[in-house]
């Protein structure tokens, strides 16, 4: 498996719908990049040696053949395609694994390709991403220790080095969770859109999902140290940094008072600190299929994965709560004009889940309050303010959105003690609307 994922480059997996195709044509593609390679193939198949070459042999051989050209205008498999395709039916331990769409996924912090394959004469899908030769060892091992830890979340296909190891191949592969995807979870709530009730149970689904992730990761905090991560306080500054600078392409400076005012309502906090996947947004929130009794497959509304686990750290749980929820409530309501609900459920079956887990496990953490509930909604539309991934004209939308959401805040804020700290980030927001012309 080493050797074949070292032979697959990132953009020679090309994107579109592929059926399979007459071994000229298969030649014909292959003569353009490797004279040798199906040669080689085919050779090495006479050799029970090995099953990755047997693979390789079968992918070219046991191909369809079109009689009309119209067959022609699907894509054809590069040679990296049918490496990949070998690589995963290697890792299933399924020799008639085909892979038929690729599709790319809209860019964030990597470029990630969703691929889909028929095994068992089902559907499924894994996701290839460009690899970071500093980062990606990293990322796969958090991405084995919540896999291991019972969370619904994707693992990595294929061996890995130490964290603190180079990342060798140009690719990595993610499967897990993501075999059985369904729809994105903002297309499910579109799809909900008369239904505002049948949104809000997903919501307090997934606050179950969060109450997961962090019990059962906090109680597995000794792990992440076996393997040499280090999981960062997260903190205002870090957020800020990140979203407000690349947007205004000037220095902190003029964003330290800023910076400073949150961290002091942030450290007002209390309880205690759990393993938090500090990035929450639903893009991170993965809706799962099943197939009741080997049925028609269906999308879950009660069975939710979460993804992207990069920005891993230590945090209060309040935090990652009002993430999802802030993203929720804003795409649910673009939808559903008057989305008539709050935080509170989401809170109480966050909470319940919580208390269900820590008995079976035997931890019991402080989680704060309502004060942190009420901290957290406030930094969470400041950070939603502005977002360097955003167009323009999005961009403009909602940061008008998220300040009229921290205005509204202030009566709340003024009874908790919070007053002050409303006034002179309010003061500081204005000062750095105005500069910048985005109020």
Known sequence: MDKLISEIGYVGIREGKFLDFSSESIIEELSIDDDNFYRDAIAQDSSEESFSSRGIAKSYGDVLSFGDSSSRKNPS???????????????????????????????????VKRVYFVMNDDLYQVWVFKADSDKTAKELNICDIVHRNGIPTARPIGDFPKPDEKYPYEIAVLGGIVEH????????????????????????????????????????RKQFEERGIILEKSSPREYLTERMLPCFKTKEKEFDRLIDLCEQLYNKQQGDLVVSHNDTHTGNIVTVQTSPNGGQLRTSLTDFGIIDHGSIGLDYP??????????????????????????????????????????????????????????????????????????????KLKSAYHYNAFLKLKDSLQRNGFGEDYSNIKAELDKIRKLFNTS
């Open 318 to 395: 309040q935090s990652d709560l009002l993430d999802f929820w802030i993203h929720h409530y804003r795409k649910a309501s673009n939808v559903c004009k008057n989305y008539p609900f709050d935080f509170s459920g989401v809170e109480e079956s966050y909470e319940n889940e919580c208390a269900i887990l820590e008995r079976q496990l035997g931890t019991n953490l402080q989680r704060g309050g309502s004060k942190n509930v009420l901290i957290q909604q406030t930094l969470w539309n400041i950070y939603e303010m502005y977002d360097p991934t955003r167009k323009i004209y999005e961009s």
């Open 181 to 220: 995807a369904g729809e994105s979870y903002d297309r499910l709530l579109e799809n909900l859109i008369l239904s505002p009730d049948q949104m809000y149970k997903t919501a307090k689904n997934v606050g179950k999902l969060l109450a997961g992730f962090h019990v059962k990761l906090t109680s597995a």
């Open 77 to 111: 498999k590069t040679k990296d395609l049918f490496l990949l395709e070998n690589f995963l039916a290697e890792a299933y331990h399924y020799p008639d694994l085909k892979i038929t769409r690729v599709e790319a996924l809209p860019k964030t912090k990597k470029e």
